[in-house]
């Protein structure tokens, strides 16, 4: 789950990251007040769950309470498109109202969890205010890194470390390694799966200042944080993995054009590896989990042939505690619902897979059987 950056920032101020002084406005009159408040210059910032704002025309550094009133006045209510948007863009609702930062120097700071190393690591790079996926690809060189033992935690030595290979000094470098620790703990106290600050901004005077926030958290430990749950925005998420998500459904939408069905999310992913592999695109991740009903199986089916993007749907079912024939029934109520046609490839194994296969061959849908994965791709590809 993503949060707003004004949301962050709360966030950082409770674990001691300072954030520049600012406040929300969701109006134009709102967005006035905090400028005067600022002394009557600001920087406005749109807030959507994107980057690449300030390209787009989100970010706007006002000099009076009047131009912050018309610039509000144009940004909210629309659609901002940015690179990580994509064409459809993402609604702005709110805009953040923040005093000017006197920047002498940017750098780029996160916490994540490296799926190589199994753990979190520290990343940092002198190179901040640059999309950091660039600075990867021009200037490896310039990323630092440090993996963190989950037990030890994050160790003094380790952000001296990263504030040395950043160049900072003195009381900056102690302030670096009080705000890198305090990060952490924010990190993992709360079960994120991403704390970035890009830029993280070194003043003249030597203070160093959060000057933007990106924060995603682990959905599968929402439960333990009820506060957090309430900082969802749902009208800055796709709207079918929206209501994947309300359904309590595993989706993430691709770009492709087959739509996959899969129980179990370490089979779905070997799903899409092998229908790339095999030349087709899929259109998205999709685990309807162990214990789905004919109604939820019913309801993720209708969530891909909703996706317009959808030209041919592949269904992996080993079943287990889903059987077969709940994934059929469900599969056959949903294409009869959307009155679908679109060729449906089948590959069941386990549980009652005569029964699943029998409902689905006297249903008249236009669905190709397939005794393993590798025949469902090559199948997939002849209903394509």
């Known amino acids: 789950m993503k949060i707003h950056e004004y949301q962050a920032k709360q966030i950082f101020s409770r674990y001691g990251v300072p954030v520049p002084a600012g406040s929300v406005a969701r109006s134009a009159e709102e967005a006035r007040r905090a400028t005067e408040d600022l002394g009557g210059r600001a920087v406005l910032k749109a807030q959507v769950h994107a980057g690449g704002r300030g390209r787009a025309g989100g970010v706007r550094i006002v000099s009076s309470p009047q131009e912050a009133e018309q610039a509000a006045r144009a940004m909210l209510a629309t659609t901002l498109v940015t690179h990580q948007t994509g064409a459809q863009g993402a609604p702005v609702h709110a805009i953040l109202v923040e005093e000017l930062a006197d920047i002498s120097r940017e750098i780029y700071l996160a916490f994540t969890i490296d799926p190589l190393y199994r753990g979190p690591v520290a990343l940092a790079s002198p190179c901040g205010g640059m999309d950091i996926e660039e600075v990867s690809a021009t200037r490896p060189q310039d990323i630092f890194t440090e993996p963190i033992d989950p037990l030890l935690g994050l160790m003094p030595f380790q952000s001296r470390r990263l504030a040395s290979k950043l160049g900072l000094e003195g009381s900056t470098a102690q302030a670096a390694a009080q705000l890198l620790s305090g990060l952490y703990r924010m990190f993992m106290e709360n079960d994120c799966s991403l704390v970035e600050i890009n830029p993280l901004i070194v003043t003249g005077e030597g203070q160093l200042v959060a000057l933007d926030a990106k924060v995603s958290f682990e959905d599968d430990s929402l ?14 998420e796709d709207p079918l993995e929206r209501q994947a998500a309300d359904l309590g459904i595993s989706y993430v939408k691709l770009e492709g054009d087959v739509g996959c069905l899969v129980n179990g999310a370490g089979l779905a992913m070997a799903t899409l590896d092998a229908a790339r592999n095999a030349g087709a695109a899929p259109a998205n991740f999709l685990d309807v989990g162990g214990g789905a ?92």
């Open 293 to 384: 009903s004919d109604e939820k199986v019913a309801s993720a089916v209708r969530i891909i042939l909703s996706d317009p993007g959808v030209k041919r749907v592949l269904v992996n079912i080993f079943g287990g505690i889903l059987r077969c024939d709940i994934a059929a029934r469900g599969i056959v109520l949903a294409y009869k619902k959307e009155q679908s046609t679109l060729p449906l490839v089948v590959r069941m194994l386990g549980t009652n897979v005569d029964e699943g296969k029998a409902i689905l061959s006297k249903s008249g849908l236009p669905v190709t059987f397939a005794d393993s994965l590798s025949g469902a791709t090559t199948a997939l590809g002849r209903a394509g």
């Open 223 to 236: 439960y333990r944080h009820s506060d957090l749950r309430s900082l969802r925005d749902p009208t800055q």
